[in-house]
């Protein structure tokens, strides 16, 4: 009996020791929101984004409408972003832009908007969904924070630095100067921006391209046309227009639509003067046609 009585205070003691612990551990969903988002922004620093992501989900809700609004959806998107959940990234950038477009982050947050949709591009033979709203999203940026070249930035952040140093005073000289450094740290985000739409609309040809060889090989010329056709309507800038305007002259030849192939011919021979070699057996098929017609 006695041990009995000994055994039950000993686990009580423990158990009480036990809540007595647990309740002295602070949770960072609870509290000051200022002092958890700088837990938050300690946990980016550190590179911990699961464990940042955890606390800046809870503040997201919690700082509407506040002035630190923007800075904890920013810093969620990027925590998103760094730990390649491009798709919630994609969600927060956009929220940000929506709900405050006025932000101080709204540029950084286009542009990464426009990067998270081409990490999401996937290859070219797959649905391009993602590829085409990053081209949206790119251009968007360009339109929205344009930049001059890199010689004239320049040759500005040379001039408002001497005028400071004759006025250092000058609310208007800190001001320009201000704003030409910031236009000036814009730069290579422009420059990115512009190579990205390059590079992702030689894939979207790429993928036009492909679904027209695909037909091709089956023998569905109709379909095959029709995918040529779109990469010489859309994509004049890419690699695969003059590869489908070869295609689709082969494909018109097999279909023996002998006045279209030569109209098509003509075309071709017109804009590449150079490289007639390559579609003189197809001329020579469409002569031999009318020579014999």
Known sequence: MMKSIVFILVGSLAASTLLTGCSSVKTHSTGDVSARYTYAQELLAKEKYDRAIVELEALMFETRATNIEDDVLFDLAEAYYNSKQYLLAVDIYKRLLEQIPGSPYAAEAQFKLAESHKELSPVYARDQEHTRKAIREYQL?????????????????????????????SEQYKASLAAVKAEYARLEKFNTSRSSIIELREKLAQSEYNVAERYRKLKKYRGAIVFYENVLRFFPDTSYFEQAWIGRIEVLLKREKWFEAKAALDAYEGQFPDNIDKVEGYRKKVMKHFGNS
Request: no cysteine; glycine share 0%; aromatic share 10%.
């Open 141 to 169: 940026y360009l339109e929205l924070y344009p930049v001059r070249d890199a010689a004239q930035l320049e040759s500005d952040v040379e001039l408002y630095t001497e005028l400071l140093k004759l006025n250092p005073d």
